[in-house]
């Protein structure tokens, strides 16, 4: 007998999907019936995974590192964590303000249950990586949106920010560089945004892929705050699912047993790895940054030819969110006819927010081939439409 859906909980069956997975899982679809598809819709870097991490997670495999460990995380790797932070912004953390985490999602999902008590508020910009909004949710919190716009750069105004704060806001978010724009907060907004008031929460999953400028810290702000990082897009760890939050003090013990009540700790051997990531991956960290900027010139360079707006260049992570309208102002539509006519996945922009609806995101975590070839079939599908002729 077939489970009834509304034996389910209400928040599993009425969690938003991540649209751009509908995407990819349609492209995936595609090729497995043989077709020849071009992906500018994932954020994954391409690169293998650099050889001194592989080196390090075989040693420790075979010294037999395969047991539970600390809930915090192994010391040696939140000591690193905390020196890399002195080293690139020159904040101090103590290694006791750091959980290690099975990918930086678990660590999101520590903090914000944590946080929310049913009805409490966190602040999100709009356009904004659509998992926030949604884990929030899930956990009976509510996402309150500003919009960011173009001509700004996506950069949040403070002044929208501070205007949306109530008795339940518990914490503002901000992603710099961000997913889906691949712009940076400047460091004067993000000062002025650390002085509202407000917990702030700090994804800093990008820093290390820019390529013009610097990223900050929220830490050099203030210290009422929590950072998301990880080892994924760095270190092109994707499946290696490694992460970390560092945390104000009184909020490591509460966090501390969340973790031991759902993920008990992070894998043993890939700690290790994550370790040998800090301490020897950088000249590989370096070639894949020159590389990425290297295709984010040409994406930005092609999108522009074939039309779509960029008012601001994107100077970190590994996305363009390109303003579509001209074509279309249903970027769900638009994404599909994309991948159906052209094969070529790309993430429409509704995925991120209201206010990104008409606007496409594409990645440049491919091949400079790959994209080449991606601008050539969006060209040719482009030149099919009313508005082009």
């Known amino acids: 007998m077939a489970l009834d859906p509304k034996a389910l909980a209400a928040r599993a069956r009425t969690i938003p999907p991540f649209i751009v997975m509908d ?20 954020g994954e870097p391409d690169f293998p995974t650099p050889a001194c991490i592989v080196a390090a997670a075989e040693r420790a495999l075979a010294q037999s590192k395969t047991k539970y460990t600390h809930s915090l995380g192994i010391p040696p790797l939140r000591e690193a964590i905390a020196e890399d932070y002195h080293r690139r912004y020159r904040v101090n953390v103590s290694p006791d303000q750091i959980i290690v985490t099975p990918g930086t999602s678990p660590a999101m999902f520590l903090v914000f249950s944590g946080l929310l008590d049913p009805g409490d508020e966190i602040i999100l910009s709009d356009p904004g990586y659509p998992c926030y909004k949604n884990m929030i949710e899930y956990l009976a919190g509510r996402a309150v949106r500003v919009p960011v716009f173009e001509e700004d750069g996506f950069q949040y105004r403070p002044q929208m920010i501070q205007e949306k704060i109530s008795s339940r806001t518990k914490a503002v978010m901000i992603n710099s560089p961000s997913n889906p724009t691949g712009n940076l907060l400047e460091p004067e907004r993000m000062a002025e945004i650390a002085r509202l008031g407000p917990l702030i929460i700090s994804d800093e999953i990008y820093h290390g892929l820019v390529y013009a400028g610097r990223e ?24 290696w699912r490694v992460g970390y939050a560092i945390l104000p003090p009184e909020m490591v013990r509460p966090l501390q047993k969340v973790q031991q009540n759902f993920f008990i700790s992070t894998g043993d051997f890939v700690q290790w790895a994550a370790l040998a990531a800090l301490q020897e991956a950088e000249p590989e960290v370096e070639r894949m940054r020159r590389t990425f900027d290297q295709r984010r010139r040409r994406m930005i360079q092609g999108l522009r030819a074939l039309g779509f707006g960029i008012t601001v260049e994107p100077t970190g992570a590994f996305y363009v969110l390109a303003n579509a309208r001209k074509f279309s102002a249903d970027s769900y539509r638009l994404a599909f006819d994309i991948l159906l006519q052209a094969k070529v996945g790309v993430a429409p922009g509704i995925d991120f927010g209201p ?35």
Do not use: C, W
């Open 23 to 42: 995407v990819i899982d349609r492209a995936v679809e595609m090729q497995k019936a043989g077709e020849d598809v071009i992906m500018l819709a994932v």
């Open 216 to 239: 900050h810290s929220i830490l050099e702000f203030t210290d009422r705050a929590v950072v998301l990082n990880g080892f994924s897009k760095r270190y092109s760890m994707t499946g």
């Open 355 to 389: 206010n990104t609806e008409g606007y496409l995101r594409f990645s440049y975590a491919a091949s400079q081939d790959q994209i080449e070839e991606g601008l050539r079939r969006i060209e040719r599908y482009l030149e099919t439409l009313p508005a082009r002729k």
